[in-house]
């Protein structure tokens, strides 16, 4: 994919010797293998999926995105983004203050509870919401007697989204906040600033990029997961069906080239996040969080 | 994460000027209690009423053994393709120069990015008898798509970046001069990576392993369209939960579930304590 030409790595100081660096032949395989793997198995997919999308011509693309049932998805994948997303950046940002800028007992242990749902199963992260308010669910007896709609519905879908997406910002930024310390909030209070006019002019301004950064990666999430809302949503086609779920129906219903040209937008947004993401990493590196890893 | 050294007397929280700490955690508890903890504890009560028979019916069923030896077993391989290969790329990444290093560096988070439907639909037609790479591997006699192997491959491509991303940070780290060091007195190039780098890496390959695993495990966006789906051969425990769900059968799903739950504790604590240990042995 990029250029075969091997330049030797230059480290900051004067030591080229063979002993500190692979030889040609070894550094020409590791980078062999590298790009054959990562053409293989990163590459290859995100081409087939272009190259899906436009099988059948320019007409037969735009005919699938501007489907009825296509363009519902698309509206309730954008109407649970906007829902979930949002309430997460609160939650974020208020758990990242409480644990960044206090020192309490449990701690430690609050901030794995938050990374949790990252070692649940998205399935299961929707079967917990079902077992809640399904038919034969705890409060399942209790929501048919008013009235309520929350599973196969809106709501349930917007559930199973903020459990996946949870932990995003909140990580995102309690490292950051916890780097960045307590100083500057402390010099504002003492110069006359409430707590609001603390946070609004000198903690959000601080910690801005790192938020996006988290936002980026919580939305790109919200609007690509399968699993849990596969769960709580019933499938019903132009009400409950999001653009993962449409991909899917799609395709099970062996119109691949429509399937693939819903899931080309959702792979040009996985492109924007990834750009997005990269630029923040180089322009703004420093005052992003330095200890990261999902 | 520091905890606040022992003081005389208990104290729930250091005394701080900064405001809004009621607030804050109270309202981050709630959230979670609401969002997290309540559903959660929802499953771990619906299968604790199931009664210990029932329970144990469902977890020896056939079927579900199987799906959950697919569901840990692919995971398991995958995770190990993953440390070798991620490991060289990360390598690669961060000691080699190349044009286009950024780009190739970027592209490594793809797998985080794109949906897993769409990973799921185009790995599988990749993979497809008629796929562009299907249609090589056909003529060895290999087939990837509908079996077990197409599971391994999904979830390579999921776990990937986990195991890029925990290492390559720290390869950032190492000093060149403990290289020169090992150099100077004697060892090979070869010697220096497999008895110098690599303990010291140790710790992040194991974590990059866990996680990758652990998301493995779980997946399953990605994996139903490749996998075929066949029960007892390429059936994954979470669409087993599925499909107990769409049969109403709501205790097999809920004791699936927690099966599936209690496994992956078990694993992520036996690797921390092989975290713990390789950190102290290595350190």
Known sequence: ?294 | MTTAPAKAGWRFRQPSVIPGFGLTLGFSLAYLTLIILIPLSGLIWRSAALGWADFWAIATDRRTINALEISFGTAFIAAMVNVVFGTIVAWVLVRYNFPGRRIVDAMVDLPFALPTAVAGIALTTLYAPSGWLGSLLAPLGIKVAYTPLGIVIALIFIGLPFVVRTVQPIMEEIDKEVEEVAATLGANRFQTIARVLLPGLAPAIVTGFALAFARGVGEYGSVIFIAGNLPYKSEIAPLLIVIRLEEYNYAAATAIAAIMLALSFVMLLVINLVQTWSRKRYG
């Not at chain 1, 063979?18 to 550094?27: I, L, M």
């Not at chain 1, 307590?182 to 504002?188: F, H, I, P, S, Y």
Request: hydrophobic letters at 55%; proline letters at 4%.
């Open chain 1, 1 to 294: 994919m990029a250029d075969p030409e091997i330049k030797s790595y230059t480290p900051h100081h004067e030591s080229q010797s063979a002993a500190v660096t692979e030889s040609r032949p070894a550094k020409a395989v590791l980078m062999i293998v590298t790009f054959a793997f990562l053409g293989i198995f990163l590459l290859l997919p995100l081409i087939v999926v272009f190259n899906e999308a436009f099988a059948k011509g320019l007409g037969a693309y735009t005919e699938a995105l501007t489907n009825p049932d296509t363009r519902s998805a698309i509206h309730l994948t954008l109407l649970v983004a906007a829902i979930s997303v949002p309430l997460n950046i609160v939650f974020g940002v208020s758990a990242a203050w409480a644990i960044a800028k206090f020192e309490f007992k449990g701690k430690a242990f609050l901030t794995t509870l938050i990374d949790l749902p990252f070692s649940v199963s998205p399935v299961i992260s929707g079967l917990v919401y079902v077992l809640l308010f399904g038919a034969q669910g705890l409060f399942g007896a209790w929501l048919k007697a008013h009235g309520i709609v929350i599973l196969f519905a809106v709501p349930g879908i917007v559930l199973a989204t903020i459990f996946v997406t949870f932990p995003f910002v909140a990580r995102e930024l309690i490292p950051l906040m916890q780097e960045q310390g307590n100083g500057d909030e402390e010099a504002a209070l003492s110069l006359g600033a409430n707590g609001w006019q603390a946070f609004w002019y000198v903690t959000l301004p601080n910690v801005k990029w790192g938020l996006l950064y988290g936002v980026l990666l919580c939305n790109a999430r919200a609007m690509g997961e399968f699993g849990a809302v596969s769960v709580v949503s019933g499938h019903i086609r132009g009400l409950t069906n999001t653009m993962p779920l449409h991909v899917e129906i799609l395709y099970n219903e062996y119109n691949a080239a429509a399937a693939f040209a819903v899931a080309s937008l959702l792979a040009g947004l996985a492109l924007v996040t990834l750009v997005l993401k990269t630029l923040l990493e180089m322009r703004y590196g420093a005052e992003l969080a330095a200890t990261r890893g999902h």
